[in-house]
Structures are given as structure tokens and as C-alpha cells.
Nanobody, 117 residues
Framework: QVQLVESGGGVVQAGGSLRLSCAAS????????MGWYRQAPGKQRELVGS???????NYVDSVKGRFTISRDFTKNTVYLQMNSLRPEDTAVYYC???????????WGQGSQVTVSS
């Protein structure tokens, strides 16, 4: 019944910006954690970052200072603001959400982000 719907992917030149959104269908749900993974061609899936109920965040080192995760608790929506994009950021980005540490993740459908040089 829970569904995560992503939007905002696209093509951008190096140095540009994009913002991804991920909205959970069940707006009454309160997720412990929401965040983003990405997978580049030929590479493993990588956790980009997460945001918790407390508002605390974490990020993979390669995006620190460039990407910002935020969330709207009322809408159960998580955002990924991506600035200073680099070609190596090119990947399919998947949002995720979980209700607690004991539960499985819910997943978005994936958004292609392509950064051209």
C-alpha cells in the first residue's frame, strides 16, 4: 500500500543543480528514516545520504558540501538538493523510507540523473 513516487530527474551540465523529490503515498505514516541511494553503470548501489526523525543527516563523503537532504514531515516527502554536480554523479537515484530499524525499506522507482561535461 505504501508507495514512494520520485520526481525531478534529468540532464544537467557539470556545475549545475537539480532537486529530486520523493513523496510517500501514505501521508499519515511517520518514517524513522528517509534518504537516497544511487547506482551508476557498472557500480554497486551506494547510500548517498539519510535524514532521520530528529532531523539529523548523514552523507557519503563524495557528496558532502554539495548535496543536502531535507524532509517535509507533514507530506512524508524527502528531497535531495544536488549542487555543483559532477559527471561522476551520473546514476539512477532511488529514494527509500523505513518506519523503524526493525522494518524493511520502501523504495522509489528510480530517477535518472545525467551530468554532462
Amino acid at each position: 500500500q505504501v508507495q514512494l513516487v520520485e520526481s525531478g530527474g534529468g540532464v544537467v551540465q557539470a556545475g549545475g543543480s537539480l532537486r529530486l523529490s520523493c513523496a510517500a503515498s501514505g501521508s499519515i505514516l511517520s518514517f524513522e528514516t528517509m534518504g537516497w541511494y544511487r547506482q551508476a553503470p557498472g557500480k554497486q548501489r551506494e547510500l548517498v545520504g539519510s535524514i532521520f526523525k530528529s532531523g539529523a543527516t548523514n552523507y557519503v563523503d563524495s557528496v558532502k558540501g554539495r548535496f543536502t537532504i531535507s524532509r517535509d514531515f507533514t507530506k512524508n516527502t524527502v528531497y535531495l538538493q544536488m549542487n555543483s554536480l559532477r559527471p561522476e554523479d551520473t546514476a539512477v537515484y532511488y529514494c527509500y523510507a523505513r518506519l523503524s530499524r526493525r522494518t524493511d525499506n520502501y523504495w522509489g522507482q528510480g530517477s535518472q540523473v545525467t551530468v554532462s561535461s
